[in-house]
Every structure is written in C-alpha cells, then in structure tokens.
C-alpha cells in the first residue's frame, strides 16, 4: 500500500504529531455511534494538526470521519464534500482498504437521502474491492446496503439474494448482532414481497436471537435497527 507519511519531515516532533492525530482519529471513530459532535471536534483537531504539518494519511482519514460524523447530524452536503475529498486521496495513495471504506460512507449517504443510482454505484465498487481483499466483515455490510438500494428499486429477487449473501457472511463470522439484523431485514424484504409466512419465521428468528443474548428491550430494538 503506498503511504504518504513521506510529506512530514522526519524527527521526533514528526512522529509525536503522526501520533497524536491517529490517536484523535481513533478517539473519534469510537465515538460515531455516540456523540458524532465530539467525534467531529476530534477529527477537526487531527486535520489542524495535520495542515501545520502535513500527513496526508491522516488527512484522509479525518476527512473520511468527518464525513461519517456530518451524516450522524444530517448534514449530507457538507458530508458528501468530506467523503469525496477522502476517496480521492485514498486514490491517489493507492490504499484501496481505505478507498473501500470512503465508498461504503458514500453509498450509505446517498442510499440515505434517496439517491439509488449513485448508491448503487458506489456500493457496487465497494463490494468489488471488499472481496478483492478478503474482506468479509465489509463485504457483508456493503451487501446489507445494496439489498437496501434494490429493495427500495423494487429489484426484490435480487435484494432477497443479497441479503443471504450477507447472513450467510454473518453466520460464518459468529457475527449473532449481524445475523439478527440481516434476518430482520429479510423479514421486511418478505412482508414487501407479500410472503408473510417467511417473513415471520425470519422475524422470529431475529427476535430469538436476541431473546438468547440480552434482556433488555431497548439494547434488541438498537441491535435490530443499528447492526
């Protein structure tokens, strides 16, 4: 993978700030589900950082987040800008983990506000690089959203086919959170095709699964909505 750490002059000093602004970018990420206004500090920080001293690595990655956490705060035009910017960088490096993850963010932004074409699109790209490099746990999220983008086109057959794609993925990972959603999503997929036997065998099963692991009401509707 080429690495543009290069554009910061060596040293001590160099190093301690390549640190600092992963450290912030890790900080943030952990906190997207939680407080995406935190997390947008952090990653505003890192790119402060980063444009006294260059690391265009970090740079991108800040850029990537910050466009997951503008999404989080329905901010989708100033997070389209933050996505595209971070995928041409991830380009230009040739860090195609990284280019992955900026075509998934994008997919999902635009699979958000209802534009399927660019959804799909993106999406497709994603799933192509995802499985280039053996990446199943993103390659199950990706088709997840794709089966969205179909579902929603009306395109049910080939929704259904990646949804189980995707559970199967799930299932192979012990991934119960995964399974759980996907077999929920399925459930729904079934109720639009009118199937409402395999809608509620599915349903059910994304209930019994959580019924095993937690007990608590809330922490199974974020599970089923959120994984």
């Given at each position: 993978m080429?690495?543009?750490r ?8 160099a190093?301690d ?8 970018n ?18 505003r ?11 265009t ?15 989080g ?7 389209r ?22 075509l ?5 932004l635009y ?14 790209v ?17 088709l ?5 983008v179909?579902?929603?086109n ?15 993925l ?14 929920c ?5 079934y ?11 599915h ?14 009401e809330?922490t ?6 959120n994984?």
């Open positions: 080429a690495e543009a290069g554009t910061m002059t060596d040293g001590g000093g190093k700030v390549r640190a600092r602004v992963d450290s912030l890790e900080a943030a990420s952990s906190l997207l589900k939680t407080d995406d206004t935190q997390a947008l500090e952090l990653v920080t890192a790119a402060r950082l980063v444009d006294t001293h260059g690391y690595s970090g740079l991108a990655r800040a850029q990537l987040l910050e466009g997951r956490a503008l999404v705060q329905g901010d989708s035009d100033q997070a800008v933050c996505l595209e910017r971070a995928l041409a960088a991830f380009r230009a490096m040739g860090d195609l983990a990284e280019q992955c993850a900026a998934e963010s994008l997919g999902r699979l958000q506000i209802g534009e399927m074409p660019l959804a799909e699109q993106h999406l497709e994603a799933l192509t690089l995802a499985r280039e490099q053996g990446d199943s746990a993103t390659e199950a999220t990706v997840n959203l794709l089966a969205g179909y579902h929603r009306g395109a049910y057959t080939r929704s259904l086919d990646y949804l189980h794609q995707s559970l199967r799930h299932r192979e990972a012990s991934n119960w959170p995964g399974e759980a959603n996907l077999s999503n399925i459930g729904v997929l109720i639009s095709m009118g199937q409402y036997p395999e809608a509620l065998a349903l059910m099963r994304a209930y019994a699964l959580l019924q095993d692991k937690v007990q608590d809330k199974k509707g974020f599970v089923l909505l994984s």
